[in-house]
Each structure stands twice: as C-alpha cells, then as structure tokens.
C-alpha cells in the first residue's frame, strides 16, 4: 500500500501553481526569479515521482539537470538583477521604461 | 497507513506551507529563509522517493547555495523599500483566475486518469547507480550541462562589468 502517483502530482502542480502566482503577482524582480525556482521545484518533484512510478532512471537524472540548470539560470538572473538596479535603482518592473 | 504514506502527507503540508508562506512576505529576507525550509521538504520526498543523491544535492546546490546568493543580491542591494501593496489587485487577478483554471483541470486531469492510481512503493537508487548512469547513458547532456554553466559564468561576469563603463561616460 503506497502513495497514489496521482497525489505526488497533484502536490507538484500546487507548488507549480503558487510558483507561478508568485511570478505573475509578485512586483519585485527578485520575488519573480523566486517564483521561477518554486516552479522548477515543482517539475523536479513530479520528475522524482514520475522515476519511482516507472522505476527509471532518467527522471532522476533530469532533475540532475534540472538543478544545474536553475544553478546557471540564478546566477544570469541575478547578475541582471543588480545591473538593472544600478541602472535604474528600482526593482520593480513597471519602472522600467526607458529602452536606453 | 503506513510510515510511508504519513511521511509523505507530513512533508507535502510543509512544502505547501512553507512555499505558501514564502511567496506573501513583504520581507525578502523572510521570503528566502522560508524557501529554503522549502527546499528542504522537496530534500526529504527526494529522499523518501529513493535518490538520496539527489537529496544531498537539492541540500547542497539549492538551499545551499541558490538561495544564499540570493540573501548575497538581497543584502547587497538592500531593497529596503516595501511594495506599496503586497499583491496589486490588477496583476492579482489574472493570477488567480489562471490558477484556479489550472487547478481545476489538472485536478479533473487526475481524476480522470486511470494510470495516476498506481501507488508508489519503496525503492532506493544508489548514489553510485546513479553516477554510472549518468556518465554513461546521458553522459552528452552533462558535457551540454558544463558548457551552459560556463556560459553563465560568461555571462554574469560580463553583465556585472558593464555598469561601471556606464557611468563613466
């Protein structure tokens, strides 16, 4: 008697979906990148789960490249972050309005 | 009801809530300390669904190290000043509309599909399994992998330089 695969999905998409409230609501640019990362967390569950269901690997190994992949995203985003910031010394996004 | 299941049911209400939490601060801070705890409950499933290499590294590389740099940006900018209304209503909106669609349908989604009943059972993947698999099944994404990180790299140095040509002219 285990868990149904249908609950460990339905717990990804909740934290996909607050994920991606936080991305659409949210007016801070760095609350926005954290929104980004709730829902990658969100993939990477149904991905572990999808790799217990069907006893494969190749989930596992995609939520390997899943984590490098917000590793790289992270660190250009933030790099953008602060340059936007010293530009512009805001971080919210309506401010920015000038294409210069 | 077994170990199993009730430790799946605890981790999951501590994901959501912590994940939940984290998303409303006005606090950035506070914002990044709850995602971390967050990260951890996905450690915990990670574990409880068999990888602990990949639980370590969720420790490690998310809570570990993304997040940090994230209190690093946040405490370097020191974005002191709070957003006038937490959730503006006109971006709140289609928000909540989307994701209660969302919502709605994956749930129906799920219902409806006779496959999404079959129950997860024990198993462990061992860290050296893995590491053999990786290296050799899909051992050209990782090589893709290093070259995006490199190109990351790149890219952050180049974009954290520009600024301070900016405003020399």
């Known amino acids: 008697m285990g868990i149904p695969f249908g609950y460990v999905l339905a717990l990804a998409g909740i934290v996909t ?3 991606m409230i936080c991305t659409a609501a949210r007016r801070n640019l760095i609350m926005m990148l954290l929104g980004v990362e709730i829902m990658l967390n969100g993939a990477a569950i149904a991905f572990i789960a999808a790799a217990l269901r069907w006893q494969q690997l190749e989930g596992q ?7 490098a992949i917000a590793a790289a995203e992270v ?3 933030l790099a953008l972050i602060v340059y936007l910031y010293h530009r512009t010394g805001s971080l919210n996004p309506e401010d920015y309005r ?3 | 009801m077994t170990l199993f299941n009730m430790l799946f049911f605890a981790i999951a209400a501590l994901i ?5 939490l984290a998303i409303t601060r006005r606090n950035l801070v506070h914002a990044v300390i709850y995602l971390i705890f967050g ?3 996905s450690a915990f499933l990670f574990y409880l669904f068999g990888s602990p290499f990949l639980a370590a590294l969720m420790v490690i590389v998310y809570a570990g190290a993304i997040m940090i740099l994230f209190l690093f940006i946040i405490m370097m900018l020191r974005v002191e000043a709070p957003e006038e209304r937490l959730f503006p209503l006109r971006q709140m909106l289609p928000a909540v509309f989307l994701a209660a669609a969302y919502m709605v349908i994956g749930g129906l989604l799920l219902i409806n599909d006779p496959s999404a009943g079959a129950s997860l059972t024990e198993a462990r993947t061992e860290p050296a399994a893995f590491g053999r698999y990786i ?3 899909s051992w050209l994404a990782v090589e893709i992998t290093s070259l995006l990180l490199l190109v990351a ?11 301070l040509k900016g405003d020399e002219e």
């Open chain 1, 75 to 77: 660190s250009l985003g």
């Open chain 2, 135 to 137: 290296f050799t099944q």
């Open chain 1, 61 to 67: 190994a995609f939520v390997l490249f899943i984590i």
């Open chain 2, 16 to 20: 959501v809530a912590s994940t939940a």
């Open chain 2, 39 to 41: 990260f951890f409950g």
């Open chain 1, 98 to 100: 000038v294409l210069k």
């Open chain 2, 153 to 163: 790299i790149i890219g952050a140095l180049l974009v954290g330089k520009r600024p």
């Open chain 1, 17 to 19: 979906v607050l994920g």
